[in-house]
């Protein structure tokens, strides 16, 4: 067996003590979801078929069993939700109002950014008018709730099938609890030429537990581009457990991006299940700019030979916040390839994990897989815990594995500064270079330039000195800071 | 212009320069030669300001004023400009911007308002020109994926858009072909004006037969041994470094 464990940085927190605490938390929110799951059975299963409560009371039980992940848990060691779950929440906010206007809550100012807008409130998908919209090439785009009954031939052969709710907690609960969340079906031999672009915004009064779920389909031949974009309104604290399934069928090609840019009191569990078919595609880029905790999981298992993925982030974080990326993929079919490229800047508390793990199967031969983790910390606070795991089965594969952490190259930044540009212009530059390449990922003109602006913004400290609003696609006009250096056109 | 005196530098305790003595007038191009590993480099990186290096003694004084205080960039805005042996790369920056960011640093150090986009644009071409450069040259990112006699074609012109009193040219020879070498060292001499001077840092002679120098010095284990006319580095050429190790 060709079984290789890598471990490049580590730092091991095992903390007993601390681990007890984190019981006696997770234990209060547990019991109070599992009391709500039992009052609640109406309202949660009000929109069920017979296979969707099925999977519902699994999903309860496995929950039940696991519980929340814990620092025991390898998968988890570097992220502690303690504290994120250390609050009262709220756990199944009430679906909008049909009068809500929907343009008045969110509008994306991106320029020329040509998107169809799909919004949801507080999970729920937000037009209630029209649950389910069909257009004219037979896509489909709507509730996901809505499309449990009126689709059940298409729920029933991709629902909780690429979801892992038996061995993560928050997936389990997530299929147990969620009430709704986006519905997007893609026939055979069709090519979406507007970009789909989904908006989650939380406003709610009180602490909030969102369980959004969200059921991505491509049929054969099809092609989609496809923006999630995280937004909130509300400052209170929020937790948002979102699991989002994709079905990628026969030579379909699925551009996907995460844009997240949340305040610091928002916890963001954010769990990619992509199914991959033969001969598929797909990109998938994940930009966190902000967020109190940040949690990607990109589940990519490749099922058809000839599959490419590319699987992409970038993370800017600072003050206390945390980000997590964990990149499973699974090489289950021959002849397929898969790149990812991580990068992040880690300045003040910040701290950030990497877990890049790659099973080839045994029968996955000619498998090409890369992975790359770069890091730059930007003070002795900051940490970033990264770690490659490749597991091989397969003898016939190339696979490589890298991981860097370091600061910002000395003669690099006397180079700038030689030039006569300022030490924190000089700083800025070099950030910017750093997460050049993987802003330069992004294959939509439009978004790879306004993400481009966002992550310049962001390393001004603009987005932080911003109080009313850490996002700014939702706002037209924040307060306008003087930077002595013009990066605008850079 | 540039006036150096008793200039003593340690790297970690170990002494690198031992008391250099240069003087540089306004209109001059001084060569300095000399083995490796005697502490050329290391003379440009404390004239530029570069971090690391400890200054135990002595002084730098430019345009009437002691740089040792100031930092990297402080030197940059008071004329100094320093072509890099090793430039480095900046994926993701064009040329273009980062010089127009340099070129209104060193205004906003001066007092003046941003340069007028149209008057960048226009220096931009006059100088690309001087130095035979590529159109798409300026929109690529900062020396990523250069040659390297790309790489040292762009130390020059940021040098010619820059407009420093005092440039300091470290080892732009090598890695140049023939071609390259002509087209840098012309570059070099129509930017020659009688209130700037010139510093040609380099290990053989070739580049001076180009670059005329009114000064030669030779830089022998941390010290100026020698200087002379545009003759010695001819002569050094002819009896190689072996001669000064000899004579010294």
């Known amino acids: 067996m060709d079984q290789k464990r890598i471990l490049i940085s580590g730092k091991q927190k095992q903390n007993l003590i601390m681990e007890a605490s984190i019981v006696s938390t997770i234990y209060d929110l547990k019991e109070y979801l599992s009391g709500v799951f039992a009052d609640k059975q109406q309202e949660i299963t009000r929109n069920d078929t017979h296979f969707v409560a099925a999977k519902r009371a699994k999903a309860f039980e496995l929950f039940s069993k696991m519980g929340f992940p814990h620092a025991a848990l390898e998968k988890w060691r570097g992220t502690d939700l303690s504290r994120a779950l250390n609050h009262e929440y709220h756990a199944l906010p009430e679906a909008p109002s049909p009068e809500l206007d929907i343009d008045k809550i969110f509008k994306c100012d991106v320029p020329h950014f040509e998107t169809l807008l799909v919004t949801q409130l507080n999970g729920w998908y937000a037009d209630r008018n029209n649950l389910l919209q069909v257009y004219p090439n037979g896509m489909i785009i709507g509730s996901l709730a809505a499309a449990f009954s009126k689709y059940p031939d298409l729920v029933s052969a991709h629902y909780g099938n690429y979801a892992d709710d038996n061995s993560e907690g928050l997936t389990a609960l997530n299929t147990a609890m969620s009430q709704d969340g986006i519905f997007i079906y893609i026939p055979d031999n069709v090519t979406v030429e507007q970009n789909i672009q989904t908006v989650n915004i939380t406003d709610f009064k009180q602490n909030l537990f969102l369980n959004t779920r969200n059921l991505v389909i491509l049929g054969e031949n099809s092609h989609l581009r496809l923006v999630q974009c995280d937004d909130s309104i509300n400052h209170d604290v929020t937790f948002i457990n979102s699991v989002t399934e994709v079905k990628i069928g026969r030579n379909s090609t699925l551009d996907h991006y995460k844009m997240q840019n949340k305040d610091d009191h928002t916890t963001l569990i954010n769990s990619m299940y992509f199914h991959q078919d033969e001969g598929s595609t797909l990109s998938t880029n994940a930009i966190s700019l902000n967020g109190g905790l940040i949690r990607n999981l990109s589940h990519v298992t490749m099922s058809g030979s000839h599959s490419s993925a590319e699987v992409y982030g970038l993370y800017l974080m600072d003050r206390y916040q945390h980000v997590d990326n964990q990149v499973f993929i699974n090489h289950a079919a021959p002849d397929c390839e898969s790149r990812e490229l991580f990068k992040g800047v880690l300045d003040d508390h910040a701290s950030g994990v990497f877990n890049g793990h790659i099973k080839v199967h045994r029968d996955a031969q000619r498998t090409n897989a890369f992975q790359t983790n770069k890091n730059i910390l930007l003070s002795d606070k900051a940490s970033i815990d990264t770690k490659p795991f490749l597991e091989i089965y397969a003898d016939d594969v190339k696979c490589s594995h890298g991981a860097t952490i370091g600061q910002l190259d000395a003669e690099a930044l006397f180079y700038i500064r030689s030039r006569g540009i300022s030490e924190a212009n000089a700083k800025i530059l070099l950030m910017y270079a750093f997460a050049a390449d993987v802003i330069n990922k992004i294959s939509i003109p439009e978004l790879r330039q306004r993400m481009d602006d966002m992550v310049k913004k962001r390393l001004r400290g603009e987005l932080s000195q911003c109080e009313q609003c850490v996002l700014n696609c939702s706002t037209h006009e924040h307060s306008h800071v003087e930077f002595n250096i013009d990066l605008s056109k850079i | ?248």
Request: charged share 30%; proline share 3%.
């Open chain 2, 1 to 248: 212009m540039l006036s150096i005196r008793n200039l003593k530098v340690s790297i970690k305790g170990k002494e690198i320069l031992k008391g250099i003595n240069l003087e540089v007038k306004a209109g001059e191009v001084h060569a300095i030669m000399g083995p490796n590993g005697t502490g050329k480099s290391t003379l440009a990186y404390v004239i530029a300001g570069r971090e690391g290096y400890e200054v135990t003694e002595g002084e730098i004084i430019f345009k009437g004023r002691n740089i040792l205080d100031l930092s990297a960039e402080e030197r940059a805005c008071e004329g100094l400009f320093l072509g890099f042996q090793y430039p480095v790369e900046i994926p993701g920056v064009s040329i273009t911007n980062f010089l127009r960011t340099a070129i209104n640093e060193q205004r906003k150090y001066k007092g003046l308002d941003p340069v007028p986009a149209v008057e960048f644009l226009a220096k931009m071409e006059e100088k690309k020109q001087l130095l035979e450069l590529q159109e798409k040259l300026a929109s690529r990112s900062v020396n990523e994926g250069f040659s390297g006699g790309e790489k040292k074609k762009n130390e020059i012109f940021q040098m010619a858009m820059l407009e420093p009193s005092l440039a300091i040219l470290d080892e732009t020879d090598s890695g140049l072909d023939i071609d390259a070498l002509r087209i840098v060292a012309t570059g070099v001499n129509k930017l020659r004006r009688p209130d700037n001077a010139t510093i040609v840092i380099t290990h053989y002679q070739r580049l001076l037969e180009y670059i005329i120098p009114d000064v030669v010095h030779v830089l022998f284990d941390g010290r100026i041994v020698k200087s002379g006319g545009k003759e010695l580095a001819l002569l050094l050429e002819e009896k190689g470094y072996e001669w000064i190790r000899s004579e010294s």
